[in-house]
């Protein structure tokens, strides 16, 4: 079966970097893609990676390594406005977005 | 501006009755999807359109209907068969490119509860 695997919740501190881990084992790989989610809101697209390598979006870095089915999501300068829930998501061999549970990020002062 | 509208935010309907969920979009997306939302759950499709008239099961269609007559609009009834309705619905959009679709992109979603 299709599986992502995610930390169901990290706390970190403001100002400090966090990294969110996401593995994944699917049928196929055509893109692997990290979104945020604020409580009661839709999902806003963050990052994507289809090839190898470290992607850098400002205060945010998403990394893939495709070979060991792994990828990071890396939060720099923590803001308390970060405080929300980080979703990874695999596009599969059909074109399907496969959907980790995603990983709560707690911010404390 | 350009985006997707779902309405309305927060649903209530007495169980036994179908309800249907707006989305709209004015992105010129052709795909447009819905999923469901569970705490503690990753996002699960439902049904998803690539072209109009046209229409997919999802992993768990059971339960909903859906309809693509228009580009810009992709409404989802839960019908009385749906045993466990209340719950997160999301619909989103992409452009189709060249072997599948592209970033998705959300609506603010609809909060159904169930009485």
């Known amino acids: 079966g299709q599986n992502i695997d995610q930390p169901t919740e990290m706390t970190a501190t403001e100002g400090a970097i966090v990294q969110i881990n996401c593995t994944y084992q699917?049928?196929?790989?055509?893109?692997l893609f990290w979104y945020q989610q604020h409580a009661g809101e839709a999902p806003t697209f963050l990052s994507y990676?289809?090839l190898d390598g470290l992607e850098e979006k400002g205060r945010f870095s998403s990394f893939l390594s495709r070979s060991k089915g792994y990828s990071y999501l890396l939060l720099k300068e923590l803001q308390m406005k970060d405080s929300a829930s980080y979703l990874c998501?695999?596009?599969?061999?059909?074109?399907?977005?496969?959907w980790g549970a995603g990983t709560k990020l707690i911010i404390k002062p | 501006d350009g985006g997707i509208t779902q309405s309305p935010k927060y649903l209530f309907r007495k169980e036994g009755q179908n309800v249907t969920l707006s989305c709209e979009q004015n992105?010129?997306?052709?795909?447009m999807y819905w999923y469901r939302q569970d705490p503690g759950q990753g996002l699960r499709l439902i049904y998803y359109?690539?072209?109009?008239?046209?229409?997919q099961k999802g992993d768990i269609a059971e339960g909903y209907s859906v309809s693509r007559e228009k580009k810009e609009s992709f409404p989802l009834t839960v019908t009385s068969a749906q045993k466990n309705p209340t719950a997160f619905y999301l619909c989103?959009?992409?452009?189709?490119?060249?072997?599948?679709?592209?970033?998705?992109?959300f609506g603010p979603g609809t909060r159904l509860t169930v009485l």
């Open positions: 989103a959009s992409s452009y189709r490119v060249a072997g599948g679709t592209d970033t998705q992109y």
């Open positions: 992105l010129n997306h052709d795909a």
């Open positions: 359109s690539q072209i109009v008239n046209d229409f």
């Open positions: 699917t049928s196929g790989f055509n893109g």
């Open positions: 990676n289809v």
């Open positions: 998501a695999v596009r599969d061999s059909n074109y399907q977005l496969i």
